[in-house]
């Protein structure tokens, strides 16, 4: 008996991650791989991170810590991030914030949330493998997202989507040091994604994995 003929017909969509090859790279010690974001270990905030898990562990808040939780994550938490994101201009309360483990969790439940075979995701070229990856599994159909303008009218966009039996669902980017061009839109470029955006009436997924690493 072979498992390969029992599984669904979207396994066959899912690749060895691309990103797992460039990570294969770093065992090989004549090769200092920049394939791949691999911070210096260094750099690991060891002491302070050892320090919260005593400091919550060893009080009274411990069972709380090891205990199941609702599935949306610990509650200060995401009334600390809505805060955080009001900060950023992004008005919210703890119940539009959900806590993943890193971003392929969100990715993936963005995907099986939005997208039907042969919908379509407006990504720009390149984008970020991991988001493809994730969203891969759900079947889409990609067209292009040119954050400097020159995208066909949402006409063309709706047409090229019916043709592959579906809809256009959202845009996904990453606006700041994008991976793996390293850019960054500008207001207008922000502003033209957003009229596309609204005259689509799709969704815009922002992965702002970067956003905090600016220095100036
Ligand atoms: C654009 C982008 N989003 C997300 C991630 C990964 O984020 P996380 O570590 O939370 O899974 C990366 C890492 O390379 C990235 O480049």
């Known amino acids: 008996m ?5 599984l669904a017909s979207r396994s066959s969509r899912m690749k060895a991650s691309e990103i797992r090859e ?5 065992d090989q010690p004549d090769i200092i791989s920049f394939a791949g974001g691999i911070p210096d270990p260094s750099l690991f ?19 709380t810590a090891l205990q199941y939780q609702v ?16 900060k950023l201009g992004v008005q919210c309360d703890e119940g539009n914030i959900f806590i993943t483990s890193g971003s392929q969790q969100a990715l993936d439940y963005l995907g099986k949330l939005f997208l039907s075979p042969g919908d379509t995701a407006l990504v720009t070229w390149p984008t970020y493998l991991g988001a493809l990856q994730a969203f891969n599994a759900y079947e889409p159909r990609y067209d292009r997202l040119n954050t400097a303008g ?28 994008a991976n793996p061009t390293g850019n960054t839109l500008d207001v ?18 922002e992965d702002a994995a970067y956003r905090a690493l600016r220095y100036d």
């Open 150 to 177: 020159g995208n066909m009218t949402p006409e063309a966009y709706r047409a090229a989507a019916a043709v592959n039996g579906g809809k256009v669902k959202f845009a996904y980017l990453v606006p700041d040091f």
């Open 71 to 86: 599935s949306e994550g610990y509650l200060p938490l995401r009334k600390w991030l809505a805060a955080y994101m009001g």
């Open 188 to 205: 207008k470029q922000r502003e033209t994604v957003l009229d596309l955006a609204g005259e689509l009436d799709i969704a815009v997924i």
């Open 2 to 6: 072979t498992l390969l003929n029992l």
């Open 22 to 26: 460039l990570l294969k790279l770093l």
């Open 45 to 63: 905030p060891a002491q302070a991170i050892g320090d919260a898990y005593q400091a919550v562990l060893g009080g009274k808040e411990a069972g």
